[in-house]
Structures are given as structure tokens and as C-alpha cells.
């Protein structure tokens, strides 16, 4: 099985961070995560995140500084997580491919059941 970078945006906003709801239909669904998506071939960490951001969610983000990495595998996939601290920067978040989203304390993120590897970088939050 392949490996492969994927890279996720902690977007802040007052003290508040955004978490979205996973697709019920994909890999971990209805999990709770930092969005983001899989690094295309010739695409910077950054330059793959604002795309999918832009994608999944339809703002513009500023990137900060990254956070960190997590290493998850399992029977269906094999990736390298890179986290980058985000703001949002413009427009109105519209979900296009996840069931729900929220905007949370740190205190909060225990009420919400994380996808993998997510749930190990809040611990550097």
C-alpha cells in the first residue's frame, strides 16, 4: 500500500477551532477532523491546502505556521498527516462533502469522536 501526504487545516477563529463531520459514505465516516484532503503530484503542502479548502469548503484560508505530523495506517490507507494553523481568510463556508461542521473550544474537542490521527495532534493544541 502506497503512502501518501495529506494535509489538514486547524482553522482558528477566537479561541475557537473548526472541526468538520466526515462523509458518512467514506473511510472513518461521520468521524469528526481538521479538513483538508491528499497532496497531487507537483502541489506544495500549502498550495494543496488551500485547495482543498477552497474545494471542501468554499473560504480562502491563510496559512500560519504547520503544527505537525501524524503517521496513520490502517487495512485501507497509509498516510502522512502534515496539520497547518490556519485563519479563515474569505468567504462563507459552504459544505460540499462533509455531513456537518463546528466551531469549538479545546475544552470541546473531547465531545467529538476524531478520525485517527486528528485525535493525537489536538494534544498539541
Not at 96 to 113: G, I, L, P, R
Amino acid at each position: 500500500m502506497d503512502k501518501f501526504d495529506v494535509v489538514a487545516a486547524i482553522i482558528t477563529k477566537d479561541d475557537k477551532f473548526f472541526i468538520a463531520q466526515r462523509n458518512r459514505n467514506k473511510h472513518m465516516g461521520l468521524r469528526w477532523e481538521f479538513p483538508g484532503g491528499k497532496v497531487e503530484k507537483g502541489e506544495t503542502f500549502e498550495i494543496a491546502l488551500k485547495r482543498e479548502i477552497k474545494e471542501e469548503l468554499n473560504i480562502e484560508i491563510k496559512i500560519k505556521n504547520k503544527l505537525g505530523e501524524e503517521i496513520y495506517q490502517d487495512e485501507k490507507i497509509n498516510v502522512k498527516l502534515h496539520y497547518f494553523i490556519c485563519s479563515h481568510f474569505d468567504g462563507e463556508i459552504i459544505l460540499s462533502e462533509h455531513e456537518n461542521s463546528a466551531w469549538v473550544t479545546k475544552n470541546d474537542f473531547k465531545n467529538y469522536n476524531f478520525a485517527e490521527g486528528d485525535s493525537d495532534i489536538i494534544n498539541l493544541l
